[in-house]
């Protein structure tokens, strides 16, 4: 190809407007690679809404199929995250046409037929821009740790629900209060629930458990609890247990299945971890041969998320300059794809939090109910009563059992007439 390689992007949203930034505004090491590119079409939603960068209004369309049909354009830029995006990226695929996408809910329900059509038409499918922002967490599982066999991931992918816990444990201010403040700061979206849900970590989980384990893992079948229970007292008791809690992705061997779940959980307050906060991201992978790696950084925003994106054109068009096949044969899998394993089969440790009578009896009751489940007590933490009446928390630490063994416990606990309310239950990594 003699011309330059044109560009097609549908959107223009803030973190499009980034990635026009930088291709304008090249940095000195994309300007020693010598791109040779150029914008040729631009799907947007409202051809009068004003813009944040400048782009010739002739390239302007609010049909993306536009982009998608234009023969001066090769390669697809993806950045709306709408529903509809599944179906452009496809067209743009079966047209053989390469494609770079921060879209991580379109890859973890669509990554089998994405990525087989775009090996069947030789073209790549390119997508660091959908997990962790700037972090080239997706790039270091692809070739970095190629010859590592990876034992566990530990994440902590969502920046919203990272804010709203570091703001509590900071003590300023209760879950409702500090879900507000990241809304008003820009953390948090008018419609939370993607991220305080867990789904939004669950969705980015599947893509790196398709890279690191080579799971046909979905986004929806990933086991999922958000933080929208988590309270002041849980922070405090974990403090003084020795542990923050974070909202956790975790993805690991599981003997020939993958384990993949995200839920709050206690991680050791030494741990990097634990020490991951405000709306940063950070992800802890263990391999075969080089042990322990961190990657850390923000993992959102509009200009580290539109470093990712143009990562990836720069790294595609060299290749295709260079003549080279596609990097889309990795993300292929086989008969040799790992299952998911069942979270009831997961062995954890456990916090309990529970509001009990304050009688003779009681902790025995309880060390009974869960001996009966082969939960054996680490260790216990009671608080003094209350002024205002006869009742008083009780904290029990576990040591490790089986998800499905603390389930049939806490329905039997909440059976006991001397526990007032449901029994908070927390999961702990020691990491």
Same mark, same amino acid.
């Given at each position: 190809m003699d011309r330059p390689v044109g560009i097609g992007l549908i959107g223009l949203g803030n973190v499009a407007? @980034?990635?026009? =930034? /930088?291709?304008?505004?090249?940095?000195a090491a994309v300007r020693r690679r010598r791109l040779d590119v150029a914008l040729q079409r631009v799907a947007v939603r409202d051809l009068q809404r004003p813009r944040t960068v400048a782009v010739d209004p002739g390239l302007l369309t609010d049909q993306a199929m536009a982009v998608v049909d234009d023969p001066r354009v090769d390669l697809v830029i993806e950045l709306t995250g709408a529903p509809e995006a599944v179906e452009w990226v496809r067209a743009a695929l079966a047209r053989g046409k390469d494609v770079v996408t921060a879209n991580k809910a379109m890859l973890a329900e669509h990554g089998d037929e994405l990525f087989g059509l775009a090996l069947d038409r030789g073209v790549d499918l390119m997508f660091e821009a959908s997990v962790a922002g700037g972090i080239p967490i997706i790039r270091s599982l692809r070739a970095g740790l190629v010859a590592n066999r990876v034992e566990s991931l530990y994440g902590i992918l969502n920046g919203? #629900?990272?804010?709203? +816990? #570091? *703001?509590?444990? =900071?003590g300023a201010g209760d879950y409702p209060a500090m879900l507000r403040l990241a809304q008003e700061k820009g953390f948090a979206e008018p419609d939370p629930t993607m991220d305080v849900s867990g789904r939004d970590a669950a969705q980015k /989980?599947?893509? +790196?458990?398709r890279i690191a384990f080579h799971s046909r893992v979905?986004?929806? *079948?990933i086991f999922c609890e958000g933080i929208e229970q988590v309270d002041a007292g849980d922070i405090q008791y974990a403090r003084e247990l020795g542990y923050a809690v974070k909202?956790?992705?975790v993805a690991k061997l599981a003997g020939d299945r993958v384990q993949a779940r995200v839920h709050p959980a206690m991680v050791p307050a030494d741990s990097l971890l634990a020490n991951t906060n405000d709306e940063f991201n950070a992800i802890e992978v263990v391999g075969s041969s080089v042990g322990n790696q961190v990657f850390y950084g923000r993992g959102a925003g509009q200009m580290p998320t539109a470093s990712a994106v143009v990562a990836d054109l720069v790294e595609l068009v060299q290749r295709k300059r260079a003549g080279g096949g596609t990097a889309i044969g990795d993300m292929i899998l086989g008969e040799g794809a790992l299952e998911l394993a069942d979270i009831a089969e997961c062995e954890l440790r456990y916090y309990l939090r529970l =509001?009990? +009578?304050?009688?003779? @009896?009681? +902790?025995e009751k309880i060390a009974h109910v869960l001996a009966v489940e082969r939960i054996s007590i680490a260790s216990v933490l009671q608080k003094q009563r209350d002024l205002q009446g006869g009742s008083v928390p009780l904290i029990i630490v576990t040591h490790e059992a089986r998800e499905r063994q603390m389930k049939r416990a806490l329905a039997a606990l909440n059976d006991l007439r001397e526990v007032e309310g449901a029994p908070r239950v927390m999961r702990i990594e020691d990491l």
């Open positions: 407007s @980034g990635v026009v =930034r /930088l291709l304008g505004d090249a940095p919203t #629900t990272n804010y709203i +816990l #570091t *703001q509590m444990t =900071r /989980l599947c893509i +790196l458990s979905t986004g929806s *079948q909202l956790l992705a =509001r009990v +009578l304050d009688c003779p @009896g009681v +902790l």
